[in-house]
């Protein structure tokens, strides 16, 4: 191993481990950027070398893992490097963008943000019970978010960082209080596209500079429109860089962002060992306290134009997820199933896609109160008009003999009457539903149909489950199982 010099080290949240102050950004290594004969291998080594261990990733960085994890299998070097890689940005089985495929066509499949952060981090409490998933980290959420997964009991005190977006030219985290707040939380900033995606390096000067295949391209703020203005902010880095001897823009930026906060640990990416080296020497770099001031002066006043995504994808960044109330009816389906099958009522293999735990509908206890609501409207319009019927024939009765419109009007009343009777008897069987029996009830008996219609030859097995485990009445079992679809009737 190498003699270098070791960069420093940062503490990654209030209780996290100490990692690189600058963390080594993979992505480019295996998607968006355009293709790269740099050698990966080598690239790693020397970030290894330099103790630029914290090292992040993706699941959707094309083959970005596969060249970490041939690293660790060829060097034996994995207990040096504190591994990042994240999951769920989007659909694991479409197939990640390949920079070797021609032009990106659709580089920004939206997030699923259907799922609660709760039942996302729940998927990964076997592994931080075993030890394989050491601390967990978010990325482009909300502070409500981040409050909700740091609640997690057993899982909350693993979240130790998030991962946004933090650069001269993106300065949003700062200035909407997020980054303030993640601090108060106790969690680190991994502070990505620390550099504007290399705006900031100036070495793009234009389109042309980019692969035909590179994410930039789709970006607004390298649009053919706003690129050259953009690049005002990244010749006001060089003219700071200038004063120093042998120091470069990026290196000028990344120190500024390690002095804004100790929270914020950026990961530039980086595609060569000069770069690394580079970057890593960034946290040697002492400004003078003028130019910190003008470096904050000239970020103040820049004008970056264009958002750092296309409107599609800033939508899903930065939002809260979906509350854990609107999904617990499908999650106590799963619940449900699961205990089936640990009961060994019912065999794994016959529950199906994972589709089928979460698609149960959750929008029929809402029909049942509409359908009351209208019933209780009719009747008090009913009684309305009767009234109504009522004060006329009083007022006429005295003044008028008997006609045919009294008749007329006898009738209407009578008719009336009966209608409101029947109305009156629906009512009353709503009336007898006690809210929250009947929301239980209701959704034992949508779990017992759902699940009796999928294996009807278990219907005696699951009658017995939900009698002893649901305590539902087993009169209630046998007469629901045994009904038809409309639930709604079965007050
Ligand atoms: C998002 O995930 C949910 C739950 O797994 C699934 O039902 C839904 O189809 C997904 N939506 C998209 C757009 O992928
Ligand atoms: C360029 O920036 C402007 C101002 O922020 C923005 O309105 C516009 O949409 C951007 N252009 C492109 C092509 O994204």
Redesign the pocket.
Known sequence: MSMEKKIQKRQLGVNGPLVSAIGLGTMGFGAFYGATNANVQEVLTCAADRGMTFWDCADVYGTSEDELGKWFETTGRRSEVFLATKFGAWDPEVPPPNPNSGPISKPFPVRNLSVPVEIVLESLRDFVESGQVKWIGLCECSIDTLRRAKALKGLGEKVIAVQMEYSPSELSIKENGFAEEATQLGLGIIAYSPLGRGLLSGRFRSRADFDANDLRLLL?RF?A??FSNNLELADKFKAIAAKYDGVTPSQVVLAWILAESPSFIPIPGCRSAERVEENAKSTELNLSPEDMDAIKDLVNAADV??SRYPPSVLDSCQIDSLPLDAWSVSQSVKDVLQSLVDDGLVQADKIGSSNFFWSFPSQRGSMLQNRLNAVKDTHSDLQKQLAETKANMDKERSAREETDERAEALAELSSARAELASLEKEMSQYGSCDPVKLEAKRRAVTLGQEAAARWTDNVMLLQSYFTRQRGVDPGDVRQYLGIGEDFEDIC
Do not use: C
Request: neutral net charge; proline residues 17%; without cysteine.
């Open positions: 607004p649009s429109e706003n134009r264009g």
